[in-house]
């Protein structure tokens, strides 16, 4: 920027420091009046970026305004029952969610840009899935930004206005508003958006909205994440994923160290990873943020206090909170191996469960050089007790785990790797990067083994050539293959695996729309398998007691496969 320029900026930059000082004239607001305000087109129903509004309400704190063609639409019966609704809400709002919310946060800017006291609410229609939202413009006077409402606003979703977690979502919100006044208009810093939401959700809690589990958006977060846990906690797309994956770390965090870690990350100058580690050194706190990252993804899939507190939650909702993590199997017996191939972002939970086999079991660890993973692994022995430990890595980001009595004393390792490389400027879409682990019994991967492999193939293809010639002699339709032996993700077996995949392909889009034939058995011939497996349930997982697919090709899914070959 020139001096010129800079010189410009500086006048007009005491300009609305001078308008600022004064504000706009607070004008009393009488129910019934009619406010066009201006609205987010990305939330809004319609794409409007203006909704006319009619005041129905006031009271102490308060303005609770409604989309007017809406309101009109309602009978007068209903009017009636959706005004004593916001009446208890006020009484709510004004005895416990203000209170509560500024003794543990902080204050909104009080008077604020509009020199009233006052929180105006606006109910509008909103697109499906949103609840609400706050726009920081409204802070600022037109003369800074056009667009704004000026005023402490927030908004909430017509869909909610007579719900019974109305207060949870206006609670929600209105922590955005405190956060606005804390960080930006006190330190003129913008909070990282993963960790301005997950103060905000976590409001419900301290609230004690989500004390009663059914319902509450505790149980919500819950069954979102259990969908989808490796979404990553930095990265925001504004996805019920990305609102699981930060709730439940929150809940995590403070159950360990206490809300003060929420309140005086807020109260920083510093804002995301590093406003947290400011927060828990002043806490006195011996773990950094890193350290509570990979305690949080272990504590995610045996939430066990008996070993070590941190590997465990502490709210009574989420005593019996765990993830069942992605199978991988080895056959029963003889030397066997398998390899997976996963990608993963920063800060994004992965699991990986190794059972199967008999003998000593090698697990290689691998990805890129110059990132940062931690893999902490845990080792399940045959009474159920675990053991924890961590896999050193090598420069290159290699590394092997060893564990013996495999399938006799020990009978499942569960890999927990993820990568801490990025601490800062989380905005928008993150890279991802790959990781790969091996796992073999007995020699596994050595050239006699890949020879003997080679055959194996050569001969499974040689019989399904034969199968063919026979078919067409006799007149009868060609078995195209026959899956002789049980197959997992990581398989080795291509032939086999190019079989299982030529017949899944086979069966339509709506089970394998990928229908690649690779004889690489991955994350998508997974999922194929296990949409296969829910279509054919009665045969395939009921009598094995399943109510949903697994992505193991065991005898009962392999059965079902024969059989609708031979057809």
Known sequence: MSARNIIKYSLIIATCVALCSFGPIAKAAVVGDSVTFNVEPSFDAGARQRVDSVLIKTSPGLYLYVEKSWWNAQVPAKQQEISANLDAFAVEFNNRIYPILTSAFGSEWRPGVDSDNNITILFEAMKGGASGYFRSADEYIKLQLPSSNEREMLYISLDHIDDSQLKAFVAHEFVHLITFNQKERLWGVTEETWLNEGRADYASTIL????????????????????????????????????????????????????????????????????????????????????????????TVVNDCSQNIHYCYLNKNLKNFRINPPLNFLPLSGDSSLSV??????????????????????????????????????????????????????????????????????????????????????????????????????????TNDDTIQKLLDQIALLKVQIAQLLAQRSGQPATTCALADNLAQGSTNKTAVRCLQSFLASQGASIYPEGLVTGVFGPLTRMAVIRFQERYSADVLVPAGLAKGTGFVGVLTRNKINQLMTQ
């Open 341 to 446: 191939t996963n990608v993963t972002k920063s800060w994004s939970g992965n699991w990986q469960k190794i059972i199967g086999g008999s003998g000593e079991l090698k697990v290689n660890f691998s990805s890129s050089s110059g990132l940062n993973f931690q893999v902490p692994y845990l080792v399940f022995n045959k009474t159920g007790k675990y053991s924890v430990a961590f896999l050193t890595l090598d420069s290159n980001e290699k590394g092997t785990i060893t564990v013996p009595d495999f399938g006799t004393t020990n009978i499942a390792v569960v890999l927990v790797p993820s990568l801490q490389s990025k601490l800062s400027g989380f905005d928008g879409l993150e890279p991802t990067y790959p990781y790969t682990f091996t796992a073999s019994i007995g020699a596994g991967t050595s």
């Open 208 to 299: 004690g909205y989500d004390d009663v589990y059914d319902g509450s958006n505790l149980q919500r977060r819950v069954q979102d994440f259990l969908e989808k846990p490796s979404d990553s906690l930095t990265e925001w797309q504004e996805n019920k994923y990305d609102y699981a994956s930060v709730n439940l770390f929150i809940h995590y965090l403070v159950d360990q160290y206490g809300v003060a870690i929420l309140t005086d990350s807020l109260k920083s100058n510093l804002v995301g990873i590093a406003s947290i580690n400011q927060a828990l050194l002043k806490n006195g706190a011996k773990e950094d943020f890193n350290q509570i990252f990979t305690n949080w993804t272990i504590a």
